[in-house]
């Protein structure tokens, strides 16, 4: 087991004047499982590959444990990586798949054996063993290319979207296996995926990355409640948060007839008298027509226990559209006008210019 340190790391690519990772900052701990997660083109795959080994740094620093690997060839780095494609030899066996770095190693056949049946019992392949690769579904072809992972018994398991090639019922499924398995197994794990919801469901802590640079590392419930900017609060959450343009006054900002007063420390992250209102779907309480947002059903999800409810507004500009989110089944109809208020406490607050969240102390 390892800690996976990242210090003021950086890489360009050629060709190119913006890094694809800039100073990257990045501590995980030992057991942790770190899911990066951002928009494509964001660095998260760049900053796996250079952990593995697979690209250069060119300012930093990268530690596994004790040890610095900035300059270490992959082999040396003790790491264990699952690819999306799975990257199985199709002329081979699963266990054959599973135990091949160890036959190159030159492990002893019976430790060998013993390694592959364990892993395959973990992973629930144990009568696949024989089978080759063509004759497994999705799910279980990305089983194995994680077994080959475990058998090495690395000090940090590296996950380049693993699960990008599943249907959606699969992803689900096996994502809760990852998860688990993760947790039975104890290793450092860093994951790549640019699924928010893959990303909330499965990490300890969750990185977003946006252009090259680190926003906010938290846990999920961190970068829930508390976004530092308005990138990670519209990232974050599905669907996302509704974002609403508001001026400030001597008394606070009016939201849907509903008036915030403002901290002293809020005011002083202020650089105008302009700012941005996040609310989240479930946010929002229905109020009379006369005292809140007004706007019109134009969409409604029915999902059985929840319903959202999409409404176009004038508030804040003509293409407005509002997410809310309400018990299932609620007798909402298209075309239905609909009155807003954010509830006491939903309301995150940002400064319009610089993006950043105004703390409340």
């Known amino acids: 087991m390892a800690t996976v340190s990242f210090r003021d790391t950086t890489r360009y690519y050629a060709g190119v004047d913006r890094p694809a990772v800039d100073g990257l ?16 083109g964001c660095g998260k795959s760049t900053t796996l590959r250079m952990l593995a080994g697979l690209e250069g740094v060119d300012y930093g620093q990268i530690h596994i444990g004790d040890r610095d690997v900035t300059d270490l060839p992959p082999k040396d780095r003790d790491i264990a990586m699952v690819f ?97 398995l993760q947790r039975r197994l104890g290793i450092t794990t860093i994951y790549v995926t640019h699924d928010q919801v893959e990303a909330m469901t499965m990490g300890d802590k969750v990185a977003v990355l946006k252009d090259g640079l680190l926003q906010q590392c938290d846990t999920p419930i961190g970068l829930f409640a508390r976004p530092v900017n308005l990138f990670v609060a519209g990232f974050i959450g599905s669907p996302a948060m509704n974002l609403l343009p508001a001026t400030v006054d001597v008394d606070g900002v009016v939201v849907g007839g509903t008036r915030l007063p403002l901290t002293t420390a809020q005011r002083s992250g202020l ?17 009379d027509p006369e005292s809140g947002i007004t706007g019109v059903v134009e969409v409604v999800e029915e999902l059985g226990s929840d319903q959202y409810l999409y409404c176009k507004s004038t508030y804040g500009g003509p293409d407005q559209v509002l997410t809310v989110r309400t018990p299932g089944m609620a007798p ?6 609909i009155s807003l208020t954010p509830k006491a406490g939903a309301v995150h607050l940002f400064d319009e210019a ?4 105004l703390m409340d102390s």
């Open 25 to 40: 900052d990045l501590e995980v701990a030992d057991g942790e499982f770190l899911v990066l997660v951002g928009p494509s």
């Open 84 to 180: 999306q494609n799975y990257a199985l030899y199709p002329h081979m066996s699963v266990g054959e798949n599973i135990g091949f770095h160890l036959k190159i190693a030159k492990m002893p056949k019976a430790e060998r054996e013993k390694r592959v049946r364990d892993a395959a019992e973990l992973l629930d392949l144990t009568q696949y063993l024989d089978r080759k690769p063509a004759k497994l579904s999705g799910g279980q072809r990305q089983r194995v290319a994680m077994g080959r992972a475990i058998v090495r018994e690395p000090s940090v398991f590296l996950m380049d979207e693993p699960l990008s090639n599943l249907d959606a019922k699969l992803r689900v499924q096996t994502r809760t296996q990852i998860a688990s």
């Open 271 to 287: 650089t105008s008298d302009k700012v941005v209102v996040g609310v989240r779907p479930e946010g929002w309480d229905t109020v």
């Open 332 to 337: 909402w109809q298209r075309g239905e006008k």
């Open 354 to 357: 610089s993006g950043a969240r």
